[in-house]
């Protein structure tokens, strides 16, 4: 295992770079963040970030001799060489990888429906912003559905083995970050329970628009 602490190349921001702070957080791995002024600044795009990434986007990880962009890309290296349990990113069967590898396809029809939206709305993104709410209430659907059977068999995570793995993290951010691109989760109870479940897994991490679960019911009030 590298000694040298990983450098992530990072914007605040972004819904892509949140999905690598939460896996960092949640494995216990230290990194040191270079953070980026992407908007309105525009630094992804500069001559030296180029020779990082040349597809001028972020996040991007640095591990001194090994650079790796792409969020789920990433996910899964962090998972596979730190997350000792295996649980994040359960391979012990060819139908738990496929599992893993749809719902990480999954969290990208989220970026291109609710993360495009958001971007439209807040960034001034171009996008076609009906197709794109229109989408995310698609996958948003399929979502809800899908959690609300997994429930019923006491199971709490988009893939089963009674444990968060990368795919929740994967998805989480742009359904959390949703209605900033006008689109209301208020239609969606299990997806709502879901990410509230998500809040509470340990070291989870907050970024702008996504705060932390509030103490639980059961929770003993704080002294004093
Ligand atoms: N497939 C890439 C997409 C990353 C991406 O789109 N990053 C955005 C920030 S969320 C970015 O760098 N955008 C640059 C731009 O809009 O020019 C990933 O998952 O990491």
Redesign the pocket.
Known sequence: MSVQPIKLYD?EL????YKVRLTMAALRIPYERVELD?YPGLE??SPWFLTINPL????VIDVGDFIL????AILVYLSRRYDLSGLWNPMASAEAQGLIMMWLAFARDL?ATAAAARLHDAMF?AADIDQCRAGAHTCLRVLDEHLWFNEQHGDDWLCSGGHPSIADIACFPDVMLCEEGGISRLAYPAVRRWTDRVKRIPHFVQMSGIFGAPPALADPLPAG
């Open positions: 914007y972004s819904s892509e770079c992407v992804h795009q001028g986007e972020v996040p962009r792409d969020a789920h970026s993104y």
